[in-house]
């Protein structure tokens, strides 16, 4: 099974705690390729997706075809996670580039990386 940086892949995610999304669900593999093809390395960083709408910079809208999923669907940067990479079960397909470099910015957002992010400016969060 390939699995790349903005692959779509069906993740079994419980068990779950509270507000965590769960069950059986596409994801979006956004960690580094070097780690993904690591055997040193057992977990990947994964972007849980919905067919919720969002609103706000974590929650780029994902479209259908070439990723594989079957209707517009949302990703949900805010509940980024990292599993095992046995939790895959399933690839679906690829995101688009424009899809990924909106996720990129959403996680740049999210984690506090962006110039934009740090001391004190407006939050583009909302």
């Known amino acids: 099974m390939k699995i790349g940086r903005g692959t779509v892949v069906v ?3 419980d068990p779950t705690v509270g507000h ?29 997706v919905t067919g919720t709408p969002g609103e706000g ?6 479209t259908p075809g ?7 669907a949302f ?7 990292s599993i095992d990479k ?3 079960r399933r690839v679906f397909g690829e995101l688009g580039r424009e899809e990924l470099a909106a996720i990129d910015a959403g996680l740049a957002a999210f984690l506090g990386l ?3 992010h740090s001391g004190g400016a407006p939050s583009r969060l909302q």
Not at 28 to 39: A, E
Not at 57 to 62: A, K, Q, V
Not at 66 to 72: D, E, H, N, P, V
């Open 57 to 62: 910079l974590l929650y780029p809208e994902l």
């Open 11 to 13: 993740v079994e995610l």
């Open 114 to 116: 962006s110039q934009e």
């Open 20 to 48: 965590e999304q769960r069950g059986m669900r596409p994801c979006i593999v956004v960690s580094d390729p070097d780690v993904i093809s690591s055997q040193r390395f057992p977990l990947i960083c994964i972007v849980p």
């Open 75 to 81: 990703a949900l940067i805010d509940q980024i996670r």
């Open 66 to 72: 070439t990723s594989g999923l079957a209707k517009t």
């Open 86 to 88: 046995r939790r895959v």
